[in-house]
């Protein structure tokens, strides 16, 4: 199970975009609920990669020109915030990374979170 791992560093984010606090709290690992969903982590030697593919999903269904700034990753499901967003608990962008016909929406980090939970 991950405990903690590190956000994407605010010069790489969107202008007024900030992390949920729910977010930021489960990064430093004092969220206790759990879920099968692995964060991504700006500290993995992945996550630079990560960080550039996100422009390649623009032609996904429904995703367009958003900004997508990665959330997580559960096999071949990813998880993005709506970098567009600027209310403090954005949207949550779910594709389906070997089918651009699949994706959904979110409408904030919190309903995402809640249906990620093994509760």
């Known amino acids: 199970m991950q405990k903690t791992f590190k956000p994407y560093s605010a010069d790489l984010l969107p202008n007024n975009f900030s992390y949920p606090q729910r977010?930021?709290?489960?990064?430093?690992?004092?969220?206790?609920?759990q879920t099968i969903w692995m964060f991504e982590d700006a500290n993995n030697p992945r996550a630079e990669?990560?960080?550039?593919?996100?422009?390649?999903?623009?032609?996904?269904?429904n995703i367009g020109d958003r900004q997508l700034i990665p959330l997580?990753?559960?096999?071949?499901?990813a998880a993005f915030f709506d970098?567009?967003?600027v209310t403090g608990n954005p949207?949550?962008?779910v594709i389906d990374l070997?089918?651009?016909?699949?994706?959904?929406e979110e409408e904030?980090?919190?309903?995402?979170y809640e249906k990620a939970c093994m509760d």
Do not use: P
């Open 83 to 85: 970098g567009d967003c």
């Open 98 to 104: 070997g089918n651009e016909q699949i994706s959904y």
């Open 23 to 33: 977010y930021i709290d489960i990064s430093n690992g004092t969220e206790k609920k």
């Open 108 to 112: 904030d980090f919190d309903a995402w």
């Open 49 to 61: 990669l990560t960080w550039q593919l996100r422009n390649n999903y623009k032609k996904w269904k």
């Open 91 to 93: 949207k949550v962008i």
């Open 72 to 77: 997580a990753k559960l096999n071949d499901w």
